[in-house]
């Protein structure tokens, strides 16, 4: 018998990726010091998943005590895990996010981050794809649901003309 050639690890563009929390490892993340305002805060991250087209991420981040101002370079939706944040849009609005809650932040916005603990997140981001890019996009996913659609026209046409012939003599 043949040795057993153990199974190919599982593409992650066909079959997904999923991870416990706690099996994540996360390694620390430094925040840019000319963005801290207050205390020391420690961040550690670890990425979850990456998109095919590398447009899109998903990452486990948490933070310790401190304040800074965070640029988001990419549009992020969180979703706050444990502990709690008090974010300041630019506009300053102040929303204090805690377990449970959802939060979004648009690419190229800066927003200051008030840690009093601890805070552990899993951010979903996107990073934006240039107007005129997007348009070709737009278009080019127009004319392949195009091309789909005749094909499965033809094909049931021509499912139809073959139901329609014999195969007796």
């Known amino acids: 018998m043949p040795p057993r050639r153990p199974a190919p690890a599982p593409d992650a563009r066909i079959e997904g990726v999923f991870s416990r929390i706690e099996a994540m490892t996360l390694e620390d993340c430094p925040i ?39 640029r988001f370079s990419v549009e992020e939706t969180v979703l706050i895990l444990d502990g709690e944040v008090r974010v300041t849009s630019p506009g300053g609005q102040v929303r204090t996010l805690r377990a449970g809650d959802v939060g979004h932040f648009p690419a190229h916005t800066t927003w200051l ?31 392949l649901e195009r091309a789909r659609a005749l094909s499965s026209d033809s094909a049931g046409r021509r499912g139809s003309r073959d139901a329609g012939m014999s195969s007796a003599p």
């Not at 805060?41 to 800074?68: I, K, N, Q, V």
């Open 32 to 70: 840019e010091p000319g963005w801290v305002r207050a205390g020391r805060p420690h961040a550690r991250a670890a990425t979850h998943a990456m998109a095919r087209d590398g447009l899109a991420s998903t990452h486990l981040w948490e933070c310790s005590a401190g304040a800074f101002a965070w």
């Open 113 to 143: 981050w008030e840690v009093d603990r601890h805070v552990r997140k899993i951010a979903f981001c996107r990073r934006e794809v240039p107007w005129p890019l997007r348009l070709a996009t737009r278009a080019l996913d127009r004319l």
